[in-house]
């Protein structure tokens, strides 16, 4: 069921989850610091409870607010990436670290306004192929399932997601920006991670 973005910050300041269109692919949002609504999102997608979602933020500055420091390089990270499709792994004030970034997409952007950060994870059922249409959404959780209306994602792919330890960035998750376009900016090439950490957009 597709809502304009008024109806959709309603829902989301209510306890509610919402599909969103995002830069990448279609999401599940939820207001950050709503507890019931983030379990309902877990237990919509089936999703484990140890795999963590993003954090979307509307700009740079509200990351203080979730992270206890940031990692050398990850300023110039943001700057050189954000808005887009980079999710940074931070240190968190709250747990052990924060999957964070902010969306290209000014839809969304004007949402993030109206409630806050959010929690977004992909458009799915925990280990199926993300959800690519509002009639795929619904066929999925219902006709009555709320779809933000709004610009179609472009991008067809969850963010790239890089970490950081032993004092260099690590790659957690290959997306659409190259292991090879971080070198810039860091100076050198970000390598994979042992084990790929399961978290979606």
């Known amino acids: ?51 963590p979602l993003v954090l979307f933020v509307k700009e740079a500055k509200d990351v203080d607010q979730f992270v ?3 990692p050398t390089g990850g300023k110039a990270l943001m700057e050189a990436f954000w808005p887009g499709p980079l999710t940074l792994v931070l240190p968190s004030k709250r747990s052990s670290t924060i999957a964070i ?14 409630t806050g950060p959010l929690f977004v994870t992909s458009a799915n059922i925990s280990g199926n192929p993300p959800l690519k249409s509002t009639s795929e959404i619904e066929t999925t959780f219902g006709t009555n399932f709320p779809v933000l209306d709004g610009e179609l994602p472009q991008v067809g792919l969850a963010s790239t997601i890089l970490s950081f330890e032993n004092n260099l960035w690590q790659i ?3 997306g659409p920006i190259s292991p090879e376009d971080f070198f810039p900016i860091l100076g050198y090439v970000p390598k994979n991670k042992l084990t ?6």
């Open 1 to 51: 069921m597709k809502i304009l973005i008024d109806r959709a910050s309603l829902l989301l300041l209510d306890n509610k989850v919402v599909a969103i269109p995002t830069d990448t692919i279609y999401g599940l949002a939820v207001a950050y610091d709503k507890k019931e609504a983030i379990c309902a999102l877990y237990e919509l997608k089936k999703r484990p409870s140890s795999n």
């Open 68 to 70: 206890s420091e940031i």
């Open 101 to 114: 970034r902010i969306p290209n997409h000014p839809l969304i952007i004007s949402l993030l306004e109206k």
């Open 172 to 174: 957690d998750r290959h």
């Open 196 to 201: 790929i950490t399961p978290v979606s957009d």
